[in-house]
Each structure stands twice: as structure tokens, then as C-alpha cells.
């Protein structure tokens, strides 16, 4: 069975600052990895994923993630966040016809 | 369409009416699925579906919802005598085919008072 975990139900951050949201997941086959961002009352948007080759992954809005198969994880990171970027992130992994999401985190970036 | 369309957007149901729940995917998506996502948590797996074929309905929480998709396109997500523990937001994402990437409706907010 697969499942993620997402570490940091909350991470504060101040405008112009680094982030990184963790992520880390269990899965007994090969899987493919997504970053899902939420606004409020919003659907899930795609941020980046991960298929397969470079596991470095380069999203839309400046986000990157890193696959890292020892240690099973897929963490999310931004040189650089805006208020703008104040969201929820969901990580999840797909595998047996179904996407598995983590609980999320929600970013709050101050000004 | 440009993207996924769900409807009604938001729908508040007395406990114990029956609720329908539409969506629309793009236009060519082989593959559809319906997601329940409660106040503060990630999204639950309902059901899948594979053109009109309901090929995973392993995430329906009881025999009270029921989803079908009689013509491969639009899906609708039926729950009968709605309950308070159904309040959530439930989502509806289709792909081309298959889990390689999966586009979101924004989500229709169900409320049972």
C-alpha cells in the first residue's frame, strides 16, 4: 500500500525567506510524485511532478522538488516565497489507479 | 472545456435528503475520479473511473453513495439520505489515462444541516 506523510501541518515564513515542506512517502512499487497547491475554496492546482530521469523537479511559480528514493522522500522547496504563496500543499503519490494525498501544510508567509 | 467544472459549487442538504453531485471533465479524459476531502484534511479516494466503466470503488464510505458515468464524459456522485459526517468538499479530477497527472474541479462544498 502506499501512503504519505506530510510532517508540518503549518509552516510560518516571512516574505522574500527560503521554504521547504517535507514530504516523505511509503509505497512497496515504483510511484509517480505530484506537489498540489490550495487556495481557499479552491480546487488542488498541479505545482510539478514526478514521472521518471532528473530528480530534480521544476514547478510553476518558482517551486521545486527533489525525488529521493533512499530516503522515500519529495520535498518541496522556494528560494524565495511571496505573500501570494500563503496556501495549502498537498503531496501525494499515485499508484493502482488512485492518487494518495498527505494532510497537508499550510504556508503562511508574513510580510 | 478548459478545465474540470463541478456543480453546484455549494449545496446545503437537510440530514436525511438525497444530493447529486456533477462534474464535468475535459473534453477527451479517459480517466475520472471523485475525492472527498474533509475540513482540514488532504484529499480521500472514492471511486475511479475508466471511460464508463467504474473500475475502483473501493473509497465509497457506505451504500448510501453511489457514482456512475453512463456515457464516458460527465460523472454524478449520488449520496441518498445524507448524514452530518458527509459535510466535506468533494472533488472531481479526470487525466487522459490513467495517474500520470490529474486535473481538479474547484470542488463542490456539501453541508448537511
Known amino acids: 500500500a502506499q501512503s504519505v506523510t506530510q510532517l508540518d501541518s503549518q509552516v510560518p515564513v516571512f516574505e522574500e525567506a527560503p521554504v521547504e515542506l517535507r514530504c516523505n512517502y511509503s509505497s512497496s512499487v515504483s510511484v509517480y510524485l505530484f506537489w498540489y497547491v490550495q487556495y481557499p475554496n479552491q480546487g488542488l492546482q498541479l505545482l510539478l511532478k514526478y514521472l521518471s530521469g532528473s530528480t530534480l523537479v521544476k514547478g510553476i511559480n518558482g517551486f521545486e522538488a527533489e525525488f529521493n528514493k533512499s530516503q522515500t522522500s519529495f520535498h518541496l522547496r522556494k528560494p524565495s516565497v511571496h505573500i501570494s504563496d500563503t496556501a495549502e500543499y498537498f503531496c501525494a503519490v499515485s499508484g493502482f489507479n488512485k492518487f494518495y494525498f498527505g494532510s497537508g501544510t499550510k504556508l503562511n508567509v508574513k510580510p | 472545456g478548459a478545465g474540470v467544472s463541478q456543480s453546484p459549487r455549494y449545496k446545503v442538504a437537510k440530514r436525511g435528503q438525497d444530493v447529486a453531485l456533477r462534474c464535468d471533465p475535459i473534453s477527451g479524459h479517459v480517466s475520472l475520479f471523485w475525492y472527498q476531502q474533509a475540513l482540514g484534511q488532504g484529499p480521500e479516494f472514492l471511486t475511479y473511473f475508466q471511460n464508463e466503466a467504474q473500475l475502483d470503488k473501493s473509497g465509497l464510505p457506505s451504500d448510501r453513495f453511489f457514482a456512475e458515468r453512463p456515457e464516458g464524459s460527465v460523472s454524478t456522485l449520488k449520496i441518498q439520505r445524507t448524514q452530518q459526517e458527509d459535510s466535506a468538499v468533494y472533488l472531481c479530477?479526470?487525466?487522459?489515462?490513467?495517474?500520470?497527472?490529474?486535473?481538479f474541479g474547484q470542488g463542490t462544498r456539501l453541508t448537511v444541516v
Open positions: 479530477a479526470s487525466s487522459l489515462a490513467g495517474v500520470t497527472e490529474a486535473f
